[in-house]
């Protein structure tokens, strides 16, 4: 059986939210060697939403640390942690600063920030949907977000790659973000 809800932002109420990142998750999804998919996540995390009364000038925030990348590989965790990629040394975090809403409607919305990699900042726009509000066990008072967007790796710098001898290259240049948000009413 399926159980489905409709959310709205009238079921939203104004304030300050904190990510939770026991139940958040930020993650990415590049094509490898062409044939395959590959996900990742950045597991220390932190983050806040400030829900506005009117929810297009609401605002976000969130930081994650690059050396807490997981692609359930040691090997290429610690590639993506080097000069090559992230590297975590001179760029411990990536930041997402939101500067407007639009487009709302009904539960869904674009998210327009500024993310920054490595020291370098691209507006991006995160196709988001608000998922709901619910109280837990624990009385806190819990607002879910899903997000996508694509973005090509290389704006910010994340050049490195191999050709592939039957062409093609090892990294795809297109980065899939999915985010998964779960956030706690102060």
Known sequence: MTETTTSTFQDLAAGTYT???SHTE???VARHAMVTKV???FRDLEGTIEVA???ADSTANATMKTA??????ADRDGHLKSEDFFDVEKY???SFVAKRVQDVDGSNFDL???LTIKGVTK?????STYDGTAQDPFGNVRAGFTAVTSVDREDWGLSWNAALETGGVLVSKKITLNVEISAIKA
């Not at 807490?68 to 590989?73: K, L, N, P, Q, Y």
């Open 39 to 41: 996900r990742g996540y």
């Open 123 to 127: 507006e991006v726009a995160l196709q």
């Open 112 to 114: 327009v920030g500024d």
């Open 53 to 55: 009364e009117n929810f």
């Open 26 to 28: 930020v993650g990415f």
């Open 92 to 94: 411990p975090e990536i």
């Open 68 to 73: 807490s990348v997981d692609t359930g590989s």
């Open 19 to 21: 990510i939770d990142p």
